[in-house]
């Protein structure tokens, strides 16, 4: 019935971020409208919208004090070549950290956004094919 069509992040410059994230994350652009731009990962059905604001505005929630959490993460099969990946053009990242053996880590775009990078743990039941399985059996 319904599915995520895309994902939106607001950037004060748009010429700048379409290409960082085109350069930097390998997005391809679809086309673009008067204040945004959609593109496609090469992986995955979601699409991904860059919207222009005049000034920054969060992409992450307070989960409780410091504590912070952003609204999507991207999944990766090898956090560890993404993170050097990223670090070897320049892109400002956390550690890699461990959660229950989900392995992350989080990157700044050009208006410091900050999104999570994520590997799957084999045998959670939030892992990918275990939500497939459970995506057919409730069809």
Avoid: C
């Avoid at 550690?95 to 229950?100: N, Q």
């Avoid at 775009?109 to 094919?129: A, Q, T």
Wanted: charged fraction near 25%; charge should be negative; avoid cysteine.
């Amino acid at each position: 019935m319904f599915k995520i069509g895309s994902v939106f992040v607001p950037v004060t410059n748009l010429e700048k971020s379409s290409s960082w994230y085109e350069e930097l994350l390998g997005v391809k652009k679809i086309g673009s409208w008067d204040g945004g731009a959609g593109f496609y990962l090469p992986n995955g059905s979601t699409q991904f919208g860059l919207i222009e604001v005049e000034t920054p505005q969060p992409t992450e929630f307070v989960i409780k004090g410091k504590q912070k959490n952003s609204y999507f993460n991207f999944v990766v099969q090898d956090v560890d070549a993404i993170h050097k990946e990223l670090n070897d053009k320049g892109v400002v990242t956390t550690e890699i950290d461990d959660f229950g053996g989900m392995r992350f880590f989080d990157f700044f775009d050009p208006d410091r956004n900050p999104f999570s990078v994520v590997s799957e743990v084999e045998g959670s039941p939030f892992h990918s094919d275990h939500v497939k399985k459970l995506q057919e059996m409730n069809r």
